[in-house]
């Protein structure tokens, strides 16, 4: 499938797969990420019943804090 993640166009070997098991194939390791599926912000107790599909546009963005 393409999608779009954070901007870019990639190309992934599943036809569908959760935005949890999308996050496990990128390696996205950061403890705290803010996850949107076409724009629309998912939870992180939602991430497993979200699915990515062909044409989605996919955004996972680290959130840091500072002082």
Avoid: C, P
């Avoid at 939602?46 to 996972?60: A, I, M, Y």
């Amino acid at each position: 499938m393409q999608i779009t993640l954070n901007n870019r166009t990639e190309l992934i070997d599943f036809e569908v797969l959760s935005l949890n098991q999308l996050i496990a194939y990128k390696n996205f390791t950061f403890k705290f990420l803010v996850t949107k599926v076409n724009h629309q912000l998912v939870k992180k107790d939602e991430r497993d019943q979200v699915l990515v599909k062909d044409g989605d546009h996919v955004e996972v963005l680290h959130l840091i804090s500072g002082g």
